[in-house]
C-alpha cells in the first residue's frame, strides 16, 4: 500500500487532506518564476478555504473552516516592498471603514 495510511478507527465521512501553509508552497513556486531583477515585482492575490487545526473554535472569531485571502509580493529592493505594504495596509484599512463601518482608531 502507498500513501498515507488512515486508521480506520479515525476515519471521517469525508477525507480531509492537510497541506502545508501557503508560504511553503508560494515561496517554492516563485524560486522557479524569478530568475532576475526583471521579473520583479511580482505580485500574487491568494483566496483559499482554510481549515483550523484546533480542537475548539471561538464563537464569532473562528470557524473549523473559512475563506482567507492573503497577498504574497516579491521586489527588487525593500523600498519596494514597504511601499506595496503600506498601499495595502491602507486598502485594507479604507475597506473596514466605508463597507464594514468599523472606524479607524489611531492610525
Known sequence: MHGVVV???AKLEEELIIR????TIIWNTYRGWVKSYR?????INQWANVVRWEMRTRLFLRTAEFLWQEGHTAH???AEAVEETERMLEVYATFAEEWLAIPRSGV
Do not use: M, R
Not at 20 to 23: A, M, N, V
Not at 39 to 43: E, F, G, H, N, Q
Open 7 to 9: 486508521d480506520p478507527d
Open 20 to 23: 502545508p501553509t501557503s508560504e
Open 39 to 43: 521579473d520583479l515585482p511580482l505580485l
Open 76 to 78: 527588487a529592493t525593500k
